[in-house]
C-alpha cells in the first residue's frame, strides 16, 4: 500500500499532541492531522454509491426509449451507460477498500501510539491512577471502535450524496414521490436515533465491567502462585466467574439494544420502499407516470435502503466510537506526579548522598546503606525517596539527592541518575540481552558483571540461547527467584549514580543471597546503594545502616563510625 494512505512511521515522537478535550474533539484531531485517507474514501463512497443510484433511472430510462419508435438506439445508448455506471462503479469499489482501510489504520495507529507515549508518561504513577484492565481495554476494544468509525465514514458520505441525488431526481420526475422521498428516508434514519442513547449506556456498562474483569485476570494470574500457597484459588476464583456473568449480563443487554437497532435498520427503510412502490403504483395506473418510471421508482426506493442502512450502522459505529474516544481522553488526561521545576537545580557530579528530614533516612554518598523499615513501609518509603510525585502538594519536599530537593531537580537528569527497583517491576517480551540492556549498547564486560553480581549467569545459560533466547512477557517461564535476580541484573547493568533496592533478594535461598550481598557491595564501590530489607545479611555487609520503627522516628547506626549515627 502506498505511505499516502498508511502512515509509515511507528514512533510515538512523530504523532504531534493529542487533543483529549472530550471524545468528539479527540475524534475530530484525528481526522485533521491525516485527512487524505478520509478525504479520498469520501471521493470514492459518492463514486461508489452514486452509480448504485443512477441505475435504476437509467434503465427505467432504457424501458421508455424501448416502447417509443425510435426505442432501439435509444435501447443500445442506455444499456451503455448502465454499463458504464457498472464499470465505474466496480472501480471506485475497488478503490473504496483501500481509501477505507488506510483511514481505519490511521486511527488505529495513531491512538495507539499516543496511548503508548501516555503510558510510558506516567510510568510508574499509572499504577495508582488507573485499573490495569481499563488500559488494556482501551488498547484492544476502544481503538478497534475508532478505528470501525473511520472506515464507515467514506461510504457514509457517499450514501447521503446519493440520496440527495435520488430525491432530486425524482423530485423533477415526480413531485409527490419526491416528497414522499424527502420525508420518508429522513424520517426513517430520525426513526433510530432514540435506540442510540440507551446502547451508548449499556456499551459504557459493558465496558465498565470488561476493565473490572480484566483487572481481576490479571492480579489472579501474577498473584497465582501466591494463592495456591495461601488456598485461595478457589476463592478469587468464585470471584472471578461473579465479574464474568455481570460481564456477560451487560453484554447480553447491549446486544439486545444493538438487534433492535438492527431489526429498526431493516424495517424502517423498508416501511419507506413499500410507501413508495405503493404511490407510484397508483400513479401508474392513472397515467400520472409511465411504466419505466415506475420501475426507476422501484429501483430508487429499493436502493435507499443501503444509503439508510449505512446511516444507521454509521450512528452506531459513531455511537460506540464516542465511548471510546472518551476513554481513550480519560487517559490522556492523567498527568504524571513529577513536574518539571521552573528552575531545575543540578545535582552534584558523581555519587549522590540521600536524605530525608521527616524518616531520618540518610545514605552516604558512595556507601551501601541498608533501611529496615516495618511492613508494609517499604514500598511507601520507596517511592517516597525517588519519586517527587509522591510528596504532598504545598509542603515543602524533606528528601534531598546531592543536597538538592528532590522536587527541585530536573526530572530527566534524575531519571538518568537515580534508579529504584523492586518486587513491582517487570520482565517484558523479547531477547534477554535487549532486556538487560534496553536496547542501548553495553560492553559484553559490563553485561557480564551485572549478571555475576545478580547471581543470575546461570540463568542465562540455562536458556535455550543464552542471551539471544526469548522472553515471553513477565518471564513466565522463570521462577520468582531467576525472575528477581534478572531484574536486578538490569539495575545493576544501569549503573546509576544512587540505586534504590526495595527486597532485591526476597525470593531467593540463603546461599544466593549471601553470593549477590557480596557481589552487590563489590561492584557498587563508590557508589551510593540503598537496599530496603530486613535480611540480616543485607544489614552485614552495609556500610550504614537505619532501623525505622512504626513511628516517623529513626534511629540508625554507622559501621564506619561504630557509634548510632
Known amino acids: 500500500m502506498s505511505n499516502r494512505l498508511f502512515d509509515a512511521s511507528v514512533a510515538p515522537a512523530a504523532v504531534p499532541e493529542a487533543e483529549s478535550g472530550g471524545p468528539w474533539a479527540y475524534l475530530w484531531w484525528l481526522a485533521r ?37 425510435t426505442g432501439q438506439a435509444g435501447l443500445y445508448l442506455w444499456s451503455l451507460v448502465a454499463l458504464g455506471l457498472g464499470i465505474l462503479q466496480a472501480l471506485a469499489g475497488a478503490g473504496l477498500i483501500q481509501a477505507a482501510v488506510g483511514a481505519e489504520a490511521h486511527a488505529l495507529s495513531v491512538t495507539h501510539r499516543v496511548l503508548a ?15 490495569s484492565g481499563d488500559v488494556a481495554a482501551s488498547a484492544t476494544a476502544d481503538v478497534e471502535s475508532i478505528g470501525n468509525a473511520f472506515e464507515v465514514i467514506g461510504r457514509t458520505i457517499g450514501a447521503v450524496v446519493a440520496a440527495v441525488l435520488v430525491a432530486v431526481a425524482l423530485t423533477l420526475t415526480s413531485p409527490v414521490l419526491g416528497l414522499a422521498v424527502l420525508i420518508g428516508v429522513p424520517a426513517a434514519v430520525l426513526g433510530i436515533g432514540p435506540l442510540l ?44 466467574r461473579r465479574t464474568s456473568q455481570q460481564v456477560r449480563r451487560a453484554g447480553e443487554s447491549a446486544g439486545r439494544m444493538e438487534a433492535w437497532l438492527q431489526a429498526a435498520g431493516v424495517f424502517l427503510p423498508g416501511l419507506v420502499t413499500v410507501g413508495i412502490v405503493w404511490l407510484g403504483a397508483r400513479l401508474a395506473l392513472n397515467g400520472t407516470i409511465t411504466a419505466g418510471e415506475l420501475v426507476a421508482f422501484y429501483g430508487a ?15 452506531e459505529t459513531l455511537s460506540l466510537a464516542k465511548v471510546a474516544a472518551g476513554r481513550v481522553c480519560t487517559l490522556l488526561r492523567l498527568t504524571p506526579e513529577t513536574v518539571r521545576p521552573g528552575d531545575p537545580a543540578p545535582l552534584p557530579a558523581g555519587a549522590l548522598a540521600l536524605a530525608d528530614a521527616d524518616s531520618g533516612v540518610r545514605a552516604a554518598a558512595g556507601r551501601l546503606t541498608v533501611i529496615t523499615a516495618p511492613a508494609g513501609r517499604a514500598g511507601d518509603l520507596a517511592d517516597r525517596l525517588s519519586r517527587p510525585g509522591a ?10 539527592v546531592g543536597g538538592v530537593p528532590l522536587d527541585r531537580a530536573d526530572p530527566e537528569e534524575l531519571s538518568a541518575r537515580l534508579l529504584r527497583s523492586g518486587p513491582a517491576d517487570i520482565l517484558f517480551s523479547g531477547t534477554v540481552r535487549e532486556e ?25 545459560e540455562a536458556l535455550p540461547g543464552g542471551l539471544d533466547a526469548w522472553l515471553d512477557e513477565g518471564g513466565r517461564a522463570l521462577s520468582g527467584g531467576q525472575r528477581q535476580r534478572l531484574v536486578l541484573a538490569r539495575a545493576l ?38 537496599v530496603l530489607t530486613d535480611s540480616p545479611l543485607w544489614r552485614a555487609a552495609a556500610d550504614h545502616v537505619v532501623r525505622l520503627d512504626a513511628e516517623p522516628a529513626a534511629g540508625a547506626t554507622d559501621r564506619s563510625a561504630g557509634v548510632p549515627s
Open 493 to 530: 547493568l544501569a549503573a546509576p549514580d544512587l540505586l534504590i533496592l526495595e527486597d532485591p533478594t526476597a525470593s531467593v535461598d540463603a546461599h544466593t543471597e549471601a553470593r549477590i550481598v557480596e557481589r552487590v557491595a563489590a561492584l557498587r564501590a563508590g557508589r551510593t546503594t540503598v
Open 436 to 460: 538487560l540492556t534496553a536496547g542501548s549498547a553495553r560492553p559484553q564486560e559490563a553485561l557480564d558483571r551485572a549478571l555475576s553480581a545478580a547471581d543470575a549467569t546461570d540463568v542465562v
Open 117 to 131: 507515549r501516555q503510558v510510558v508518561r506516567l510510568g510508574a504513577t499509572l499504577r495508582g491512577k488507573a485499573r
Open 33 to 69: 492531522i491525516r485527512p487524505r485517507p478520509l478525504l479520498l474514501a469520501a471521493l470514492l463512497g459518492v463514486l461508489w454509491m452514486v452509480p448504485l443510484a443512477l441505475i435504476p433511472l437509467v434503465l427505467g430510462r432504457a424501458i421508455d426509449e424501448a416502447g417509443e419508435a
Open 301 to 315: 426506493s429499493a436502493f435507499l435502503t443501503l444509503p439508510v442502512s449505512t446511516a444507521t450502522e454509521a450512528a
Open 197 to 240: 442513547r440507551p446502547l451508548q449506556e449499556r456499551d459504557e456498562a459493558q465496558r465498565e465491567q470488561m476493565g473490572i474483569a480484566t483487572s481481576q485476570a490479571g492480579d489472579i494470574v501474577a498473584g497465582l502462585r501466591i494463592l495456591r500457597g495461601i488456598g485461595g484459588e478457589a476463592r478469587f476464583a468464585e470471584r472471578f
Open 391 to 400: 510528596h504532598p502538594g504545598g509542603v515543602p519536599c524533606a528528601v534531598r
